[in-house]
Nanobody, 120 residues
Framework: QVQLVESGGGLVQAGGSLRLSCAASRRTFGSYAMGWFRQAPGKEREFVATIRSGGSTYYADSVKGRFTISRDNWKNTVYLQMNSLKPEDTAVYYC??????????????WGQGTQVSVSS
C-alpha cells in the first residue's frame, strides 16, 4: 500500500504560479511512475503530466510549456510546478502512483486531491 498526500494548492490570480507536492509513504516510490491529474466541476478527471521512474516526462497539450513535473526519489516526493496559470486550470489536482505514461498511465494509488483555483 502506498499513501499519497498532496499539498500546495490554493487560490491564485491568472498569470500566477503554484507548486504542488505529493509525498509518498513508501521507499519503493522510486519504482513507480507518478502522475498528476485534475478534475474540474462537471468534468471527467483528465491527465495533466506523468513522469517515469527514469525521469521521462509527458504533458497534456493544454499545459505544455507552462507546467513542469519533477520527482525527488530521496524525498519520496513528486512536484508539479505550474506557471502562467489560467482560469481554466481551476480543478482539484490529484497525484497518482502506478505505471505507464501520459493518457495511458494506469494508477494503482491516488491521493486525496488538492484544490487549485485561478481567478481572472
Amino acid at each position: 500500500q502506498v499513501q499519497l498526500v498532496e499539498s500546495g494548492g490554493g487560490l491564485v490570480q491568472a498569470g500566477g504560479s503554484l507548486r504542488l507536492s505529493c509525498a509518498a509513504s513508501r521507499r519503493t516510490f522510486g519504482s513507480y511512475a507518478m502522475g498528476w491529474f485534475r478534475q474540474a466541476p462537471g468534468k471527467e478527471r483528465e491527465f495533466v503530466a506523468t513522469i517515469r521512474s527514469g525521469g521521462s516526462t509527458y504533458y497534456a497539450d493544454s499545459v505544455k510549456g507552462r507546467f513542469t513535473i519533477s520527482r525527488d526519489n530521496w524525498k519520496n516526493t513528486v512536484y508539479l510546478q505550474m506557471n502562467s496559470l489560467k482560469p481554466e486550470d481551476t480543478a482539484v489536482y490529484y497525484c497518482a502512483a502506478g505505471s505507464g505514461a501520459a493518457a495511458g498511465f494506469s494508477a494503482a494509488y491516488w491521493g486525496q486531491g488538492t484544490q487549485v483555483s485561478v481567478s481572472s
